[in-house]
């Protein structure tokens, strides 16, 4: 028994995740270097032209299943919540002209991931997002939590090359 008096077994614990995908282009640029410095960090990454991508975005929430529903959370409301905080302000667009968040940010994926957690956290319940994991191409996969190590986000940067 808890201490509120439930049983213990109630309601199970379980993630939940929902996949959507959006398409953008961006340059990348960090501001503070000279175009030399830029280009020898990101090479044909930092075409003035910029390149695009079409994302995938899997977000992961977690909790208690409700035990009238069974559910951690309706999926028609993350569904809406990642409309609302992914696809309105990503998709089709030019992540470094149109959001204003990279205006002073390299919109490099990981820092994409980071906006996206940001940007959900607005419409979710607290402590509901567990992941987001962004799909950068079928290769390049970042995951963040969230988290942050001695003020540094900790993200992980799978990459994979075949």
Not at 33 to 38: D, F, G, I, K, R
Not at 108 to 135: G, H, S
Request: net charge negative; hydrophobic share 40%; aromatic share 10%.
């Amino acid at each position: 028994m808890s201490v509120a008096g439930a049983s213990e077994s109630c309601c199970p614990w379980a993630q939940v995740s929902h996949l959507i995908s959006f398409s953008a282009t961006h340059q990348l640029h960090n501001k503070s270097l000279s175009n030399e410095e830029n280009l020898k960090l990101f090479g044909k990454y930092n075409n003035p032209n910029g390149h695009g991508h079409n994302y995938k975005v899997v977000v992961t929430v977690h909790g208690d299943t409700d035990p009238i529903t069974g559910m951690v959370m309706n999926l028609t409301d993350l569904k809406e919540y990642m409309q609302e905080a992914i696809m309105k302000p990503l998709d089709h667009k030019n992540l470094d002209l149109d959001v204003p968040y990279f205006a002073d940010v390299v919109s490099m994926t990981e820092n994409v991931a980071v906006y996206i957690w940001e940007n959900l956290q607005k419409f979710l319940p607290l402590r509901v997002l567990y992941k987001v994991k962004v799909y950068e191409t079928d290769n390049n996969i970042v995951v963040y939590k969230g988290e942050l190590l001695l003020g540094v986000n900790t993200v992980e940067r799978l990459i994979s090359f075949y």
